[in-house]
């Protein structure tokens, strides 16, 4: 079996070169001890420092035991330890294995090191538990395709290595090597779906089916390669409809034909690590968002995998994925920057052409949002508000709010990124920059 892991995993970690260590997840039962084991016995052949960490639910009253009993096997072993504990309802445990599984992988990425690889101890039988319950859900090819042997937690690489080994096979290991383990008694417990399938209807398929659920697995790795080649030709699609990674363009994306269309809709959302959306939310986007007029403005809210809100919005026959905005006050500045916004993105002026200097009595302000301000763009023969030249721009809508906005006193000097007041043009100036991305347009 050893073999096997540590070619697996070897192959798994060609795809991290900036791997730094490896991090067992230890609940202490068999699963997760023999990859304790087997993780030990690879970073000695390779050098690789390892730890592992132990998530304390406190659903059980054996809890405290499991995480003593944990702490104590690392110990033996010179495994260096880390528990974390969460607070998961009863609720929850029963109803929500998503959120619980959020929760998990929340605490373990909080604990571990930086650049660490996270193990966790899914085999093949769990594959086929999670194809079953992905089935009653009505997912397509990718959900079908079951969990992934290299998948991320935001930017934390999980590994399973043991996909390709039966929970049979890891417990004649626990047997012949000895190794002690825990049990937990909630994995009896046939109200939880996951449980229901493995001790009542699985064994059931097997008996009736000799190697059913080896099928099973072998159909899961079958459509993950379907998927991928579904990925490719979504990349490939991508790279014709981005204008830049959040936006894209709406006319070439409807000539596409709708499932390939939705393909390429799913490779988008998957890059910027949003919740998969249900067909039913799918089918919702295309209808609200690729057919709707083209005056029309509508938007679809989603949530990323960490939980923060985002949205699929419309305009000016583009698509954009827009991330959920602070409020963005109006604050003094002094020159030169930089300057740091409340959304993390940097202001800075530096000497060249675009505005003057402030006389000493010019107090300098960035303010958003004031649309009614009223500027005479370089290159325009007259004044208008704000509002109007934005719109002119095809600025979108959300975006108006976002742009930071110089003010000398009360007269609006600069619209960073866009253009300069005519009244206060210099060629020895001052250039107003922000360091992170904005849709840019020409200057005016």
């Known amino acids: 079996m050893y073999t096997r892991f540590a070619t697996q995993l070897e192959n798994l970690l060609n795809e991290l070169p ?84 959020q929760a998990r992988y929340q605490a373990m990425d909080k604990a571990l090191p930086a650049g660490y690889a996270l193990l966790l101890g899914q085999h093949s039988d769990d594959q086929v538990e999670t194809f079953f319950l992905r089935l009653k859900r009505g997912a397509g090819l990718k959900g079908l395709g079951g969990m992934q042997a290299l998948s991320y937690w935001q930017q934390r ?32 417990d046939s109200r939880f779906d ?19 659920s080896a099928k099973v697995a072998q159909t899961t790795e079958l459509l993950q390669q379907q998927q991928r080649l579904l990925d490719e030709i979504a990349a490939q699609d991508l790279t014709q409809l981005a204008v830049n990674p959040q936006q894209l363009s709406l006319a070439p994306l409807m000539a596409l034909g709708a499932a390939r269309a939705n393909n390429v809709l799913r490779y988008w959302l998957q890059s910027h690590d949003v919740a998969m959306p249900s067909q039913l939310q799918l089918q919702s986007l295309c209808e609200q968002l690729l057919n709707a007029r083209a005056d029309s403005q509508p938007s ?13 919005r419309r305009f000016n026959e583009q698509l954009y994925l ?42 300098v302000w960035v303010r958003f949002g004031v649309l009614n301000a009223r500027i ?30 110089i003010f000398y006193g009360d007269t ?9 007041n005519y009244d206060f043009l210099a060629q020895q100036g001052l250039q107003w920059q922000l360091k992170t991305t904005l849709p840019q347009s020409p200057l005016m």
């Not at 679809?300 to 699929?312: I, N, Y």
Request: include cysteine; proline fraction near 6%.
């Open 300 to 312: 679809l809210s989603l949530r990323t995998h960490s939980g923060d809100e985002v949205s699929v």
């Open 18 to 101: 900036q791997c730094q260590g490896l991090a067992v997840a230890l609940s202490g039962g068999l699963d997760s001890m023999v990859l304790l084991e087997l993780a030990q016995r690879f970073v000695k052949d390779k050098g690789m420092p390892l730890c592992a960490i132990h998530i304390h639910h406190g659903l059980s009253a054996n809890a405290d035991d499991w995480q003593a009993f944990s702490a104590e096997q690392c110990r033996m072993r010179g495994i260096v330890f880390y528990s974390e504990q969460v607070v998961l309802s009863e609720q929850t445990r029963l109803g929500i294995e998503a959120k619980a599984r």
């Open 376 to 405: 005479r763009p370089q290159h325009k023969p007259y004044g208008n508000k704000l509002s109007h030249w934005l719109k002119e721009l095809k600025v979108p809508p959300w975006e108006r709010q976002r742009i930071p906005l």
């Open 322 to 363: 827009v991330e959920n905005q602070v409020e963005l006050l109006a604050q003094q500045l002094g020159c030169p920057g930089p300057h740091t916004l409340k959304d993390a993105r940097v202001l800075s002026c530096e000497p060249g052409q675009g505005v003057r200097a402030p006389h000493a009595e010019e107090q």
């Open 157 to 188: 690489p999980l590994l399973r290595p043991l996909l390709g080994i039966s929970r049979k096979q890891l417990q004649q290991y626990v047997e012949s090597h000895g190794l002690e383990h825990i049990h937990d008694e909630s994995n009896d």
């Open 412 to 420: 609006l000097v600069a619209v960073v990124g866009y253009f300069y």
């Open 194 to 212: 996951r449980n229901f399938l493995r001790n009542q209807v699985l064994p059931l398929l097997n008996k009736r089916f000799p190697g059913f």
